[in-house]
């Protein structure tokens, strides 16, 4: 069943108890980040909708009053048995909350307390538009369009539409770029990103993921608004920076990042989603692209990278191989 | 007028649309941190109202939708004059949005686009109840009573009464130990901290007003939940780590974290809530209240960090410096 039959049943069933009322998005790292775009499209769009991102851990220590039968669980885990993600999962199920569970391997044990489950494609060659931020984008887009309405939906799902393409072009269009960075900044200890908007999650997986995980240097991901009020003191000639400068409306936010960086900074890769073809879609829906973009051409970044260190994005110390 | 009847006015002035549907807690740096345990508590405690928290920038570029005349405004500028935040509260008197100010400076810009102004203890000898982080957790927690009801309102405004000399204690309990960290860490590049649930902004707001602003210290905020799903591969013999074991429902991934520190890292600072007196307020409520102990704890930390590194809390580059 695709996520519109899977939402207009929910909105259905729903219709006698008053509605959907509350969303919640459960998840940790990677998928925590996932959630990220659609968490800002409910959060901007809708009027009266309730909505809510949480790291798997805190939502199963201090589920929220809202939790109850006006509310959608939805949960992402890659394999299907993150532990925390599965006992929030679990949770629902027990509260009679109805559980939608995304997820890349549809067999796995996440699916026991899901109502709905929704795979997603994932690995090379795989379609943008069929990946996990965009199915969850979606769950998002369909429960405000119906119910509360949303006049850009069919805007968005045009988008949906194009941005295969532009990631796939994009992915392209950075490879050189890509190899330089490697060879710059490999001996780097320290590497930041930045961002805005609904594509900060993307800055958040790049820094917690790739640069902390898979490559053991130190990192951070700092809003582009916040900047100046704290972390831009720590920017000098030396430290690194990689700007998501977005499309849509909070672009000028990283512009502004962007000019300070370039005034007393010096080394800065800039990922502008202009440059990258991201403006062929509707202005009124861009920003909600942006997370697909720069996700993917991070990963040309990380594997450039990977192979200059000598350090394979596999390489773990904990994780597979220590209790924790 | 106090909270209490401010909030009350403003319910009052909104039963005849409909009521209060949203609450936008919007503010910069500092003080977006110090909206954190209210955002966090209205998350949680709420069942319908839409809550939202938002850097300044961000919002006046994307104004959410249910920005109108059944939301709130609250916003909070120290001085009265963060251009980012007296925009944010200009667009609330535009869209006739109720404007609420929290500032310690009630004469400031910020006052001419607010309906109602909150000022704040701060500085030396202020009393903690009255600080900021206390003011804006009380116009949520009254919202709250004043729309839904909220069952634990008294045990909160019990334990409001009991901050402020928890708080005090606390401050002298750890001065030794401030002193201590001050030595170890003098000449340290990084230093993370570590926090979950309403806590979590103490550790976001020394993360990047003093490590990263204050001291030129690459820094980052983990949250102890997502630390497995990424950022743990980080970890070393060699990274320091300021891990705050919070009181309350979220404990539990604080114990998990630093358990593993203990385990496969070395250098970790823990500020344990319980050991720092806050589990005198009931456990309903007290979550609540991690912010204000941690937030003011590490201020002795900070004084004695800049007095060993002789780079006092106060010397910017940028900062009051510099057009941005």
Redesign the interface.
């Known amino acids: 069943m695709d996520v519109k039959k899977i939402i207009a049943k929910i909105v259905e069933e729903k219709a006698e108890v008053g509605g959907i009322?509350?969303v919640y998005y459960v998840a940790?790292?990677?998928s925590?980040g996932a959630f990220y775009p659609v968490k800002t499209f409910l959060?901007?769009?809708?009027?009266?909708?309730?909505?809510?991102l949480y790291?798997?851990?805190?939502f199963i220590?201090?589920i929220?009053?809202?939790f109850?039968e006006n509310a959608v669980l939805i949960v992402a885990s890659h394999k299907g048995n993150?532990p925390?993600t599965v006992k929030a999962a679990e949770a629902g199920k027990k509260a009679g909350v109805i559980v939608l569970a995304l997820t890349f391997k549809p067999d796995s044990p996440i699916v026991e307390f899901a109502d709905y489950v929704i795979s997603y494609s994932f690995g090379d060659n795989k379609d943008i538009a069929k990946e996990k931020t965009i199915q969850a984008l979606l769950t998002g887009v369909e429960i405000l369009q119906q119910t509360e309405g949303y006049d850009n939906y069919d805007k968005l799902l045009k988008g949906i539409t194009q941005i295969d393409l532009i990631v796939k072009n994009a992915c392209k269009h950075v490879e050189k770029r890509a190899a330089a960075f490697a060879n710059e900044y490999k001996n780097d200890?320290?590497i930041y990103t930045m961002a805005?908007?609904a594509g900060y999650g993307a800055a958040y997986m790049e820094?917690?993921?790739i640069f902390?995980?898979?490559q053991?240097i130190?990192?951070?991901?700092?809003?582009?608004?916040?900047f100046?009020?704290?972390?831009?003191?720590?920017?000098d000639v030396e430290?690194p920076f990689v700007l998501q400068l977005s499309e849509g409306?909070?672009r000028?936010?990283d512009e502004?990042a962007l000019?300070?960086l370039n005034t007393?900074g010096k080394r800065v890769e800039v990922l502008d989603a202009k440059d990258l073809g991201l403006s062929t879609i509707d202005a009124s829906v861009v920003?909600y692209f942006n997370h697909s973009l720069y996700n993917n051409v991070y990963n040309i970044y990380n594997h450039a990278l990977a192979d200059v260190r000598q350090h394979p994005l596999t390489t773990?110390?904990?994780?597979w191989k220590?209790a924790?």
């Open positions: 009322k509350q940790c790292g990677g925590y959060e901007t769009e809708a009027k009266t909708i309730k909505v809510g790291n798997s851990s805190e220590h201090n929220p009053a809202g109850g993150t925390e200890k320290v805005s908007g820094s917690i993921c902390m995980e898979m053991w130190n990192s951070a991901s700092i809003h582009s608004g916040e100046f009020h704290g972390p831009f003191e720590i920017t430290i409306r909070t000028a936010l502004r000019a300070f007393y920003d773990r110390r904990y994780m220590v924790y």
